[in-house]
């Protein structure tokens, strides 16, 4: 259930976390300041969460479904952040032009893209990012493609990571959304914003409004 973060880079080959390469991955304090990443390494953010991956995700999902029946999302003290991640992603390769990144994020309502090299993971953009590379390149914005630009940091998640852990790091990242990635096939599974955790505490306020 860990969070990883990935610095910022060039999309070459795959930037997403080593724990889906097989290789180590070092733990960081939660909110502590980490050392230098590079592109062929990344630090887990959440020393706890990977213990507990390790020591059988699947298993706390069961136990956690038993535990939560008829408690309200937002007072969970352990909510799958799949339960309010959205499955819908839009992709686009690396070789892809910035304006051809922002006709996909126009055309389809979207405000963050997977940008894949090779199939592989190799960053996620949002729309705030992409349109200020554009009013300050724009000249170049349909030649320049994303393979040869330094793509922003962004946090990886599983399905089972916890949503208030991972709301915890986004804050500390300065981050608005997270990839969400299966652990099995390292494929992106979801993507969540701190617009669905807005959406979520919205709700609770008014549920209790109503009371």
Do not use: C
């Not at 070459?12 to 502590?32: H, K, S, Y």
């Not at 020393?47 to 309200?72: I, P, W």
């Not at 032009?97 to 922002?102: D, H, K």
């Not at 090299?117 to 009013?135: C, E, M």
């Amino acid at each position: 259930m860990s969070i990883h973060v990935s610095e910022p880079g060039r999309p070459i080959g795959t930037r997403l976390p080593e724990i889906f390469r097989n290789r180590t991955v070092g733990d960081v304090t939660e909110l502590e300041a980490s050392s230098a990443l590079s592109n062929t390494h990344n630090e887990a953010t959440d020393a706890e969460f990977q213990q507990a991956a390790n020591s059988g995700r699947h298993r706390a999902l069961q136990q956690y479904g038993a535990v939560a029946a008829g408690e309200r999302k937002e007072e969970r003290v352990y909510l799958p952040v799949s339960e309010i991640a959205s499955p819908a992603q839009y992709m686009v390769p690396a070789t892809a032009t910035m304006s051809q990144a922002f006709a996909v994020m126009e055309d389809n309502a979207v405000h963050h893209l997977v940008v894949l090299s090779d199939d592989n993971i190799a960053g996620l953009i949002d729309f705030r990012w992409l349109l200020t590379w554009i009013h300050e390149n724009p000249k170049e914005a349909d030649t320049q493609s994303l393979l040869n630009v330094e793509l922003p940091a962004f946090l990886t998640a599983f399905p089972e990571t916890d949503a208030h852990q991972l709301a915890r790091l986004m804050l500390a990242h300065r981050l608005n959304a997270a990839l969400i990635v299966d652990a099995n096939s390292g494929r992106p599974s979801g993507i969540v914003t701190s617009t669905d955790y807005l959406k979520l505490y919205a709700s609770a306020s008014q549920q209790e409004g109503a009371v």
